[in-house]
């Protein structure tokens, strides 16, 4: 005999509902929690006056399991790419937006490095691997190996653009895997990544991303067109919102969640109970209290505000071409805006004709204060700098402001502490599976990979768990799906 087995899953971000997916689709009851009213965390988009406006992730990049996801969900005829344009990056040096190098000859020819930088570069093949196994911040790495002007004038603008971090804390082996394993793999980073090109052209297109190895999309109606297929392939009744996570334990039975909702608390049983939640959420909930000992690593994990500003311009008001993906500033500018998107150049009907659609961001791990302003002091920050290095003229004829408050996970050096934390977690609490953005990477395609890895190990221990009530005889009733009435 067998039992089909019933998954609670916390948080209905973009991991947890391609969890959930995962999970429903192997013929698995399976029920989200999600605290607020508005499912796929922070992947939302707005429409209001001609303009499409993405208050999290603008794109992403197409990987292989993004691909198949998107297949699977006949988004497919949804799907857009981005510009051709969107290959060229700017960075501010000097108070100029200076394009960033696309090739060794461009970056010979740059502005953005001075001569003694650039054969820096050229020497770091020829210095040795580190071998202290201790971890490393990003900023000691990369003046370690390429000297501080890159560290200065290219990662730290875009250690903003992806964390919003400072790369004296992040750790390098945490926060950018990949480079880290050039320096492991191969000795150095040049050589690292003249051996990945070299097998990148010796290797087939991927053909899940139709030739495209490095393709950038979004869709027609923004991305939160992703989380909401999939609340409708998994079901609208099986996702629970407005209902807060109060507490998660286990009985001789299974797995207890506690659930408010409206001010009222129920109970949901379950096989197996997966957060994907924030840590900053997960801390909230009550515990084993041997399990609220092991999660005190987990309380350090920062998560800092970043605000994201829309505002659209008359395109004749703007000097600049916009033909890029966007202007990273580096913190040595001493500048207040982190970083600048051209949305409308990016994919099109971001705004309406004859307009342009500039996305800000500002905030972070280093700024944490101006996140906090409100939107008329927003604009007051950003026109003069917009002035300065894009050319902006007159006022913006459109703006919208989103907070997030708590914004990204730090992968700070020491993360290694967190994975124990939780690992300890789910020991202390069998049944109970604690993962998400702070162990497995923070972009579109991390969460995407992650809720497949998630799924996989939460059914086994959910079917495993559900077995062995059957074994000795539990007669507790199958689990029949939860109502949103069920917890009102």
Same mark, same amino acid.
């Given at each position: 005999?067998?039992? =089909? ?71 497919? @005829? ?13 960075? =501010? ?31 770091? $093949? ?30 730290? @603008? ?16 945490? #926060?950018? !895997? ?23 052209? #010796? ?23 992703? !989380? ?29 969640v506690t659930v408010e909702r409206d001010g009222v608390r129920r109970t949901i049983r379950a096989d197996? =109970? ?30 800092? $505000? ?14 600049? !071409?916009?033909?890029g993906f966007g202007c990273l500033v580096p913190s040595a500018e001493n500048r207040r805006t982190l ?22 961001f500002l905030g972070g791990a280093r700024q944490a204060d101006i996140a906090m302003l409100d939107v ?44 124990? #934390? ?41 079917? #495993? ?24």
């Open positions: 005999m067998s039992e =089909v087995p019933h998954v609670i899953v916390c948080g209905a971000g973009l991991t947890g509902l391609t969890t959930a997916w995962q999970i429903r689709r192997s013929g698995i009851d399976v029920t989200v929690l999600e605290a607020s009213d508005v499912v796929g965390g922070v992947m939302r988009t707005t429409h209001r006056d001609g303009y499409l406006v993405e208050q999290g992730p603008n794109s992403c990049m197409l990987t292989a399991e993004l691909a198949a996801l998107i297949e699977a969900l006949e988004l497919t @005829p949804r799907l857009l790419r981005a510009a051709p344009q969107a290959q060229r990056r700017y960075i =501010v040096r000097g108070g100029r937006a200076l394009a960033v190098p696309a090739s060794p000859f461009e970056m010979i020819r740059s502005p953005l490095f001075s001569v003694a930088a650039k054969l820096r570069v050229l020497a770091e $093949p020829f210095i040795g691997r580190r071998t202290d196994v201790a971890d490393e911040s990003v900023a000691a790495f990369v003046r370690r190996r390429l000297g501080r002007e890159p560290l200065t004038w290219a990662v730290d @603008p875009f250690v903003s653009g992806v964390y919003a971090g400072d790369p004296e804390q992040l750790s390098v082996r945490h #926060a950018f !895997p990949r480079l880290a394993a050039l320096e492991r793999e191969h000795g150095s980073l040049v050589r690292g990544m003249i051996a990945a090109a070299r097998h990148n052209r #010796a290797s087939p297109p991927n053909a899940a991303s139709s030739g495209g190895r490095h393709t950038m999309i979004s869709f027609a109606d923004g991305m939160a067109t992703l !989380p909401l297929a999939l609340v409708d392939d998994i079901g609208q009744a099986n996702i629970l919102r407005r209902s807060r996570v109060v507490a998660i334990a286990r009985d001789d039975d299974g797995m207890v197996a =109970v997966v957060s994907t939640l924030p840590l900053h959420a997960f801390t909230q909930i009550t515990l084993d209290d041997a399990a609220d000992a092991a999660r005190a690593s987990l309380d350090a994990i920062a998560y800092p $505000p970043v605000v994201s500003l829309a505002l659209g311009f008359r395109r004749a008001d703007v000097a600049h !071409p916009l033909d970083g600048v998107l051209f949305s409308s150049t990016l994919f099109e009907q971001r705004a309406p004709e004859g307009h342009v659609l500039l996305t800000c008329d002091a927003l604009v007051d920050v950003v026109q003069p700098e917009l002035a300065a290095l894009l050319g902006v003229t007159g006022a913006p004829k459109f703006v919208e402001r989103t907070l997030w408050p708590q914004a990204i996970p730090q992968y700070n050096v020491g993360h290694d502490a967190a994975a124990r #934390a939780a690992d300890a977690i789910e020991a202390i609490v069998p049944g109970l599976v604690v993962d998400g953005q702070f162990r497995r990477g923070v972009s579109v395609g991390d969460c995407v990979a992650s809720g497949s890895m998630i799924a996989a190990r939460t059914l086994a221990l959910a079917q #495993a768990n559900a077995d062995a009530r059957v074994t000795q005889g539990e007669r507790r009733p199958v689990h029949t799906p939860v109502s949103p009435a069920a917890v009102a």
